[in-house]
């Protein structure tokens, strides 16, 4: 078994007294390789660095979220083309558009997200994008860039079938989180995940956002973390009704395509034996 966690937030500070701890409990897990999310200039920098730490294990998207879309000035704009050319950065974003929280105005947001997508096709890398109460803009917006674009994923898809199918008409990837697991807000997801095409469908933590709620035993912290991936696979795995080995060799070798990884260098087998870690795969 081998998982790739496509959108973890491991530069967030609740990871700075245990981060190493997160990394191998991931990995203990079946979580071979993970792809960490840069949101600002500070998180890009610090994603890349944990990148260049573990070799072939971490990789970073380089951007800036649309809550932040605001700091986009020209200065950090020239810092996030330098950024984004590092060999470990795979993709530029997470960029988009939130209206659901409307931190910054929205031409702001508008502007920031044109912006980033042309980045991202100057240098030739997908773009990993989020989208919250905002499809429609967000739809017109990808749709001018996309025959430049060298591919989008849909981080943390949480839409209708309707978007879904514009999504895809659109040529993008989807991500799926815990979101999923959530029967308030999540059980529509169910059907539509089954109607995902393999070689379009990847999964994500989010970490350390997005808990799933039904774990078994959660963490008094709340906190989430790439240690849950499987978690997430084997409920998308019954939902396409299909057994837990699929959906993890069918997103990792999707998620290997999209990014272009490297296969994760070989180690001893790792087994989660201790306690600790069996809380991980409930
Ligand atoms: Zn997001």
Redesign the pocket.
Known sequence: MALIDI?VNLAHDSFDRDRLDVIARARACGVEQMIL?GADGESTRRAIALAEAHPARLFATAGV?PHHAAQLDDGLAAELERLAAHPLVVAVG?C?LDYYRDFCPRDVQRRAFARQLELAARIGKPVFL?QRDAHADFAAIVREHRRALMGGVA??FTGSRAELEEDLGLGLAIGITGWICDERRGAHLLALVRDIPAERLMIET?APYLLPRDLERKPASRRNEPAYLAHIARFVARARGVDFETVAQTTTATARAFFRLPPAPPDAALVCESADTERYLT
């Open positions: 959108g999310t979220h997470e988009g989020h981080h943390c989010d």
